[in-house]
């Protein structure tokens, strides 16, 4: 078997519904052809900003698109927050929100994430100490870790929040990806008018579609549409278009039930081969999403596993860059929805394999 790459968290190519998509640029340069292709407001294209308002149960200025979620992050660093800001982080986190914070100058410091969430104690400590503007988190199917934070510390969050005055900003682009289980509720129905949620169509539909999106407060996403429209005047309407058209045909109910075909069986594939080939490292069994994480054992560094496995054609990523203020030197992120289960089977093999060569 060729090389076998465990390290980028991107969906498979054969989930991409290329024939809907088709269809619906189609359709939508029929429909709404000038207005997707003219400028206009920047919180976004406002067919597809109503359809979202109404999918997700709130006004419509409660709405604002953007070029992906990522870039909703920027413009909140650069429209919410100012440098010399703290910005709490679950610990380990999200690679390039570490790295965006940092880059408009704030003071990222991690909070401990369990297997349901933040440690509760160890933020009450750090707020103790020195009250956040924000604390960011990813409360479903977590990347890097494949955490979900329960219901009860989804409520602790939200009544911190309140106690302590600080934003928070609940990243959930995994969310509508859950394979079994029933969900928790959201941060922002707990806690409306103090958290910004984020989803994305880019796990949904494809990255290419680079739509995203955030609800919250009006004011709020006023503040970051001026920073939007300050910053590239309106998000890809064109895009938005599609995305717009593909939704109201009813394709998004469908496509996550696809979606879920798909990648549950990846899931099952991987959390079999770490049990079989590498028994008792799996602590966080994800019930959704894209990643499945584990600390390897003691005397084998995850940098030490990556140089063994890249001579057994196994490309994995380190771990470091997953935590705001070190640690993470045995942590291992397996994305596993853009591998077949044989090959997810053979790639934990060989990680097997390189772990027992560093120990040995
Ligand atoms: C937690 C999290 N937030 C945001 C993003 C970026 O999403 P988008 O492609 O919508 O910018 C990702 C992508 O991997 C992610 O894992």
Known sequence: MDTINFTRGVPANESFPLAEVTDAAVAAMAARGPSMLQYGPAAGFQPLREWLAQWQGVAV???????????IIEFLCLGLLKPGDVVFTEAPTYDRTIGMLRRHGMQVAGVPLEADGPDIGALEAALARQAP????????????????????KRRRLAALAERHDFLLIEDAPYRPLRYRGSEEPT???????????????????????????????????????????????????LAQGIVDQWCRRG?????????????????DACLGALDTYMPGS??????GGFFISIALPEGASTSAVRAQAATRGLNLSDGLAFFPQGGGE??????????????????????????AAVRA
Not at 135 to 148: E, K, L, M, R
Not at 282 to 287: F, G, K, Y
Request: glycine share 6%.
């Open 61 to 71: 200025d409660r709405v604002l698109t953007g070029n992906g979620s990522l870039q």
């Open 133 to 152: 503007k924000a604390f960011y988190v990813i409360p479903d199917f977590q990347n890097p870790s494949g955490a979900t934070c329960s219901a009860a």
């Open 187 to 237: 941060i922002y129905s707990l806690a409306p008018e103090r958290t910004l949620f984020m989803c994305s169509f880019t796990k949904l539909i494809a990255p290419g579609v680079r739509t995203g999106f955030m609800v919250g407060r009006p004011d709020l996403i006023a503040k970051l549409a001026k920073v939007a429209e300050d910053t590239y005047i309106s998000p890809g309407y």
């Open 251 to 267: 394709l998004l109910g469908p496509q996550i039930e696809r979606l879920k075909q798909l990648y549950l069986p990846r899931l």
């Open 282 to 287: 799996v602590t966080i069994r994800p019930d």
């Open 330 to 355: 045995r942590f291992l992120r397996l994305p596993f929805c853009a591998l077949t289960p044989a090959e997810i089977d053979e790639g934990v093999r060989r990680l097997a394999d390189s772990v």
